[in-house]
């Protein structure tokens, strides 16, 4: 299976310095179980995603484009050309515009399907398919069947990316590639006006407007709607627990019980 | 020392109003290049919240009148029952396409409905575009509602190939999206099916101007509102008027794309190994739970992944990872079991976000018990024993 892994001109989230974001870490490792994958990264400069070479890719293909210029038509020139059955991407960008649209443009112009947030991959039973494994909130999962190609997008659940190695570094190689983009129709871009960010406060759920610090520090701890409380004062044991499994299935948290439906 | 000498004559002759048969003075002009003079009556009638039974005053406030007054929790005559707002032609329509995860509005599906609401402005209706009935739409603020068809199971593209057939038969102004996993998903499907930019992670709205942070973090994009957005989560507080009707809008079914889906499965938690903070069901010992081997059964037995409070883990007795409260982890349960926890603030920090609340505690007045909805004030330990042999009786019973 040919994989291509998706590189990204990153920040650290913390110190704002230039690296490889982790979930594009986390995909190379998935790549890895997958087939050869080559990286590839579109933009002014490879050496920010050189650290990718050391995380378990043996070649970049780096296509310059100006900064700040649209990835996707240079991206898909190349994917094109290159036909591999599997892209993998990190959810969003982090130190660019952030939009997560990348992933999808580039299923839309390949013709492939996305399957967002995968934490495993492998191939399929027969050829031409490939099953994966996407995180759900609430620890859930899903097992999707998918015909190739299909550009997957990694979630932060996915195992570990694998440690640096310098050796594997050194022997990395990027390639530069020169595509002539062909002049797609750019999605019409958004006209807006950028300054520095200013972290405001989050909306504190259910506190009133005007309250006392009580009221608010109770909106904290989430009391407030539990005034009319089932309270049972020293119940029968059994007696608790039946209130107790009755109140669980009310909510929908426990299971019936078996043979009642 | 060299403070300038008063003149009280001249100061007098200056404040003097002219004209008038009677010498008459404005002696407040004085202070007219000043500070200016500070009323406390006026600000505290500013300060005083609004239908509290005794007085209160708002000291937040200053000087200004409160836009609006606090609603009043210990009122006790309830309000007259709000009247359904019905909005007959909608100058355009806002849509919103909630998660809906389970059937029910979460608390950011409620609050897309608090940004459509700023969209639409008074003449605008607000849509939302659901993919099974819901019953709660109209309280939370839809004037209309539209069942998107599509085929059962997981078929994302389907949904998006509907929302975005719909934003062109209905010419929706705005879409508002959750910046959720499946809104996010979704939100951006439909941006590239129907060509638009989208403006994602959105942080602030207003009628004139949205914001959303760019970069990492580090710069805040403003722009007019799109017409494709995603709103990060509480960061904009839920439409909290009058019902609205929710009338449902007849739609025509689209035809569904192809899909290169070939199965699709859904693997329920295994509450054993999911992590804490994802957990829909925690049960958590504290201090008043002795018997370490009967809690981590019952925790098997209601499937649910086991959490302590922090006494627990400081001793060794629970691993750190279990630890629920504001230095362990702070919980996204629906439902949270609380045998033998006080309930000290830095641990309800950790619960403040779980919709329901069960305890088990001997001392009728603990935080935990206050803060439950249902209560139970008896012993820990023989109360996990009954919890088991329930269970155990009831799958006797059917076999
Ligand atoms: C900076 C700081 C951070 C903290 N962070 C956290 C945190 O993140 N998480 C956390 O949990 N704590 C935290 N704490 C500790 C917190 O303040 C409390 O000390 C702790 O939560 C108390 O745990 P507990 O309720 O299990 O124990 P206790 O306070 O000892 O309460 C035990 C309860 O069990 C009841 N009980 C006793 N016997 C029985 C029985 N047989 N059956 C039923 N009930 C019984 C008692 O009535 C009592 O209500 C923090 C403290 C500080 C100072």
Redesign the pocket.
């Known amino acids: 299976m040919k994989v291509a892994v998706l590189l990204s001109a990153g920040r650290h989230p913390v110190s704002g310095r230039g690296a490889l974001p982790r979930l594009e870490a986390q995909a190379i490792r998935l790549a890895a179980a997958l087939g050869s994958a080559r990286g590839l990264h579109a933009g002014p400069d490879a050496d920010v995603v050189a650290e990718a070479l050391g995380r378990g890719l043996s070649q970049i293909d780096h296509v310059a484009l100006a900064a700040g210029a649209d990835p996707v038509p240079a991206l898909a020139a190349v994917l094109r050309a290159a036909a591999p059955d599997v892209v993998l991407a990190g959810r969003r960008g982090q130190g660019g515009d952030d939009t997560g649209l990348v992933p999808y443009a580039l299923a839309r112009a390949l013709g492939a399907t996305v399957i967002p947030d995968v934490v495993a991959a492998r191939p399929g039973s027969e050829p031409g398919v490939i099953e994966v494994e996407q995180a759900l909130p609430k620890g859930a999962a899903r097992r999707v069947v998918a015909r190739l190609p299909v550009v997957l997008t990694v979630h932060p659940a996915a195992p570990e990316p694998s440690a640096f190695a310098f050796g594997q570094a050194r022997r990395g190689r990027i390639e530069r590639l020169d595509v002539a983009a062909p002049a797609e129709p750019a999605a019409a871009a958004i006209a807006v006006a950028e300054k520095s960010y200013r972290p405001r406060p989050k909306m504190m759920r259910g506190a009133p407007a005007g309250g006392s610090a009580a009221d608010r520090l109770k909106a904290a701890t989430g009391g407030g709607e539990a005034a009319q409380a089932n309270v049972m004062v020293s119940p029968e044991p059994r007696e608790a627990a039946r209130a107790i499994l009755a109140y669980l299935r009310q909510i929908g948290v426990l299971a019936p019980p078996p043979g009642a439906g | 020392m060299t403070r300038a000498r008063r003149d009280p004559r001249a100061e007098r002759a200056a404040a003097a109003l002219p004209g008038a048969a009677r010498a008459r003075f404005d002696l407040f002009a004085r202070c007219a290049g000043g500070r200016p003079r500070r009323d406390p009556r006026m600000e505290a009638a500013a300060q005083r919240v609004d239908g509290a039974a005794r007085l209160r005053l708002d000291r937040a406030q200053t000087g200004r009148p409160a836009a609006a007054p606090a609603p009043s929790r210990a009122e006790p005559a309830a309000p007259p029952a709000p009247k359904t707002i019905v909005m007959a032609a909608p100058a355009f329509l806002v849509a919103v396409v909630p998660d809906l995860a389970a059937g029910r509005l979460s608390p950011h599906d409620r609050q897309l409905f608090g940004a459509a609401r700023t969209l639409a402005g008074a003449d605008g209706g607000v849509i939302a575009l659901a993919g099974a009935e819901g019953a709660e739409l109209g309280p939370a603020g839809a004037d209309r509602t539209a069942r998107l068809a599509g085929p059962e199971g997981y078929a994302p593209d389907a949904r998006a190939a509907a929302i975005a057939s719909t934003m062109a038969a209905l010419n929706l102004r705005h879409v508002i999206f959750p910046e959720t996993p499946d809104g996010g998903d979704l939100a951006r499907r439909v941006a590239v099916l129907a060509g638009e930019p989208l403006f994602a992670d959105v942080e602030m709205v207003s009628a004139a101007a949205l914001m959303r942070p760019a970069q990492g973090r580090r710069v805040e994009q403003r722009a007019a509102p799109a017409r494709l957005i995603t709103l990060a989560a509480d960061a904009v507080a839920p439409y909290a008027g009058a019902p609205r009707e929710a009338r449902d809008e007849p739609l025509e079914p689209s035809a569904a794309p192809a899909s290169a889906i070939l199965a699709a499965e859904r693997i329920p938690a295994d509450p054993a190994r999911t992590p804490l903070a994802l957990a829909d069901f925690v049960v958590s010992a504290?201090?008043?739970?002795?018997d370490l081997e009967t809690f981590r059964a019952v925790a098997a037995a209601l499937g649910g992944t086991p959490g302590a409070?922090?006494?627990?883990c400081d001793a060794g007795l629970m691993p750190r990872e279990a630890?629920?409260?504001?230095?362990?982890t702070v919980l996204s349960a629906t439902c949270y079991l609380a045998?033998?926890?006080?309930?000290?603030?830095?641990?309800l920090q950790?619960v403040a976000g779980c919709e329901h609340v069960v305890a088990?505690?001997?001392?009728l007045h603990?935080a935990?018990i206050e803060r439950a909805g249902l209560a139970i004030v008896?012993?820990?330990?023989v109360v996990m024993p009954a919890l088991i042999e329930e269970l155990a009786r009831e799958r006797g019973a059917f076999a």
């Open positions: 504290g201090n008043g739970v002795t409070s922090r006494v627990l630890q629920v409260g504001a230095s362990g045998l033998g926890i006080a309930g000290a603030p830095q641990h950790g088990v505690n001997t001392d603990a935990m008896q012993d820990a330990q």
